[in-house]
């Protein structure tokens, strides 16, 4: 499963969501990662907090730029189960393209 958040506004809860969402896909025995491609770098920001109550990460959580993601996010596919992509407030190229193509019901 790959999930891409996307919302044009700041602010929605997309960081939480997408940490929520890898989270559950462990509880479901997959192996998870979550990429930041948001600069404000919430979701790594928040996955630092089990580090610092001296817990263990249960999830990879990567920032990654926008060259970065074009290169990086087809290899961590190739190994990972489920990626969650946390997408910034704006619909742009790179958005679009992570996007899947729109289908007819």
Same mark, same amino acid.
């Given at each position: 499963?790959?999930?891409?958040?996307?919302?044009? #506004? #700041?602010?929605?809860?997309?960081?939480?969501?997408?940490?929520?969402?890898?989270? #559950?896909?462990?509880?479901?025995?997959?192996?998870?990662?979550?990429?930041?491609?948001?600069?404000?770098?919430?979701?790594?920001?928040?996955?630092?907090?089990?580090?610092?109550?001296?817990?263990?990460?249960?999830?990879?959580?990567?920032?990654?730029?926008?060259?970065?993601?074009?290169? #990086?996010?087809?290899?961590?596919?190739?190994?990972?189960?489920?990626?969650?992509?946390?997408?910034?407030?704006?619909?742009?190229?790179?958005?679009?393209?992570?996007?899947?193509?729109?289908?007819?019901?």
């Amino acid at each position: 499963m790959n999930v891409v958040l996307v919302n044009q #506004e #700041e602010g929605v809860g997309k960081a939480r969501l997408a940490l929520r969402l890898a989270g #559950e896909s462990l509880l479901r025995g997959s192996c998870a990662a979550l990429i930041d491609a948001d600069p404000v770098a919430s979701a790594v920001d928040r996955s630092d907090q089990p580090t610092r109550e001296r817990r263990p990460r249960l999830f990879g959580v990567v920032g990654l730029a926008r060259a970065a993601m074009r290169r #990086e996010a087809p290899a961590l596919a190739r190994v990972i189960d489920d990626i969650v992509i946390d997408r910034p407030p704006r619909l742009d190229e790179l958005t679009r393209l992570a996007l899947p193509p729109p289908t007819s019901c």
